[in-house]
Every structure is written in C-alpha cells, then in structure tokens.
C-alpha cells in the first residue's frame, strides 16, 4: 500500500517524498480513506502511531479541494490539542505536509501575548490548531468565528478532559456549526471519552490501531525498586554505569523536577527540565535542544512532556512512577517508537507500590524487578501483579541497623513524606462528567 493508493493529491505526496514517508502507517491506512470520504472518526491511538498525519493530510487535502475562501477572521478546519508544546508540534508537522498546497496554518496557545495572534487571525486562517483555553479567549475577543468552519479535530481528547478542560470543550462545542466533520483521537478511551464522543460526532467510524491499554511491546521495560531518599542517587548510578547518552526523565513534581535538574548540574552533567511553571520560551528551548541532542538529560513533569515526538529516543526513567496510570503508557511511548527498542526504567520506592499495581493492572504484565547493588531498599517494595493485588505478604524482615534508631517499615506502605504538590495535570481528575461545569484544573 502506498500514500497514492489511499487518494492523496500529488502535492501532498510531493511533500510526503521530502519528509521520507515511504508506507502509511496502519491508523493512516484507515484514516485517510474515511476522512476523505467525510466520515467522522473515533480512533484509539497514541502518539509513535503516526496519527498526526491520519488526520492532517486528508484535511490538508479536503480544506484544498472544497469549501470556498477562508475570510476574515475565520478557521476551516480546527485541531485542538492540550498543551502549547504539542500545538506547536502538531502545527509544525501540519506545515510541512501543507508544504506545496496554497493554505494557511496557525497556532494559538496560552501562555504568550494574544495581541500578535489576533493580528494573525485578521485575515483568517484553513488551519488552526489551538489549546482550548485560548481559542476560546480569542472567540470572545471576536478575533475568532466558526461559520466557515468545516472540519473539527480534537486530538489527544482523553487528555484534554484530564486537564480539566472539559468546560471549554463544551463551550467551543456549543459556537460551532452542527454541520460539521470530527475527527476524535484518543490514547484511551474511559467513560468521559465515550460521552465526548456520543456529543461531538456523528455516526462515526471506529479505528483501533494498538490494543487498548497496552504498552508498545517494542519498549523492555523494568523495575528497580530503592528507598525513596535514595533515587536521586541510585539515579546518577545508573546513569553513569549505562553510559546513558539521551534519556527523558519523568517526575511527579516541579519542585521533583527542578531538585533532580540542581543535583545533575551540580555535578557538571548536561540536564534541564521542563514543567508548567517554566515559560513556554524556555520549555521549547529545552526541548528543541534536547532533541538535538545538546542536552543529555531532559526531565519532565507529565504535562509539559505529553505527547512530544521524540525521534529515537532510547530511553525513558520514570524517577516517580505517574499517579495516573494511563500516563506510564504515554511517558514509555516515547521510547520504542516506529519498531525501534527502546527501554523504559521505573525506580520504584514503596509508597508507590499502589501506583505500580495500578499501571500492572492496566498493562496486563506484572513488571520485572530488579535491585541495584548497594540501593537494596530498606523500605521493602511489596509485590505485585497484573491482577490488581498488592501481596502483603511480608518478606523476612532485614536485620535492623543498629544505629540511629531508624524506623522499620518493612513491606508496609509508607505514607509520603513530599509535600511538594504534583502538577495539576496528574491529578486523576477523569472521573468528571463530560462538559460539567467544575472549575479548570490548569492552563496547559
Ligand atoms: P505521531 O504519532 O503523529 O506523533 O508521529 C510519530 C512520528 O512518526 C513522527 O515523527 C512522524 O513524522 C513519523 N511518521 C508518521 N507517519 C510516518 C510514515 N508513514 N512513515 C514514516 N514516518 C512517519
């Protein structure tokens, strides 16, 4: 099968050829027909699948072909995604597939000035690919209309609602024309997702490309389990002993983040961090230079790193383990990506061995474990399996140190002692009603 097969224009193709796409991915082998045909879709896929294109280049393609000029401050076709740094990734790839076809695309996104994107949006604009919140600001600011409006996508929409946007959603639901193509992608697919989508689309065609809930196989993941005092350590251990050159760290905290980030330079190794704390400019700037590869060590809260394409990353480090599980498949999809291997480590300490049960449950695999000479935990890790349990049975308790009279909480959960709060996109906040009208958790 080829990208002709599936009815692409040869600008699109032409443009496909620059880029080295030689064969469709399977969720664009199915996407792309139905789309062209005006179907509206419902897919399960994650980002490493080559969704983006599922989606971009037919749109490129029926925004070229139909519909007539875009006018003042119009959109045609709408991609709303959840965090600015995936706007700006999905924008980016978007421009190069529209590349030779006469369009125009944009981003908007919070956290930088509206004044410039309001001058942009005066003439209109085919493509836009925006984060909710600020669509909507720019809507009610009149910079923005939705008559011309031909095609909605909502991208990455299991995250969106756990970023509690799923207010703006409803918004942006009721200022658009009825008569409308939705496209709806999705890494997973809870209860929220299947209202969401019961709303916003109509009759659509369901598309699966990876079995639910299942961590790309391509990716060895483990488990080193350690005492939480000790992670920063073990962590320099590891990373030293593996001669670690390119690796994304993930950690449930800013304050986690910008700790590990101290420690690291401190010791004269190259790492940065990205949270939602940081100024867009400068996660974009640790980004784009942790992809070529000026930084070794790129860690990241769940919400800034979400959704990021990283070519050929080998490597993923869990240094707190997600407090909701769905995000331990979307952190490890970075790695293993287009059948590359890749590895995905998890330094586990025993107030998370919840969280780990959690992630087993939903991966359907018990994760094998290993200890790292000398980072032989005190706290003893529970065991564990796919089956939801967490084994109570206690191990034969260690010898207790004879000093300092240090608490012995072996293979008992341990309550944690980090006050630090998590960023606000990791709290399991999915349980909201689609469109209720709680407050937003966070601005991406
Ligand atoms: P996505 O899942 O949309 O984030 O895409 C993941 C990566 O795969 C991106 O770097 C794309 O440029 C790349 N990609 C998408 N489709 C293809 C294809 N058919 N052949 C080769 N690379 C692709």
Redesign the pocket.
Known sequence: MT?ATLGLIEPLLRS?ET???????P??AQAIPAVLAGRDLMAA??????????FALPLLQLLAMEGPKVTANSVRALILVPTRELAE?VHE?VRQYAENLPLSTYAVYGGVSINPQMMKLRKGVDLLVATPGRLLDLFRQNALKFNQLQTLVLDEADRMLDLGFSEELGNIYKALPKKRQTLLFSATFSDAIRTLAGQMLNDPLSIEVSPRNVAANTVKQWVVTVDKKRKPELFIHLLRKGKWKQVLVFAKTRNGVDALVEKLQGLGINADGIHGDKPQATRQRALDRFKASEVQILVATDVAAR?L?I?DLPLVVNFDLPIVAEDYIHRIGRTG??GATGQAISLVCADEVNLLSAIETLTRQTLPRQMEHDFEPEHRVPDTDASGQVIKKPKKPKKPKTSGGGKRNLGKWVESGDASAPEPSIKPVRKVPVFNTGPRKRKP
């Open positions: 990208f496909l880029l080295g796409y030689q064969t469709p991915t969720v664009q896929a994650q980002t490493g699948t080559g969704k983006t294109a599922g990734q790839a959704g394409d070519e990506r287009a």
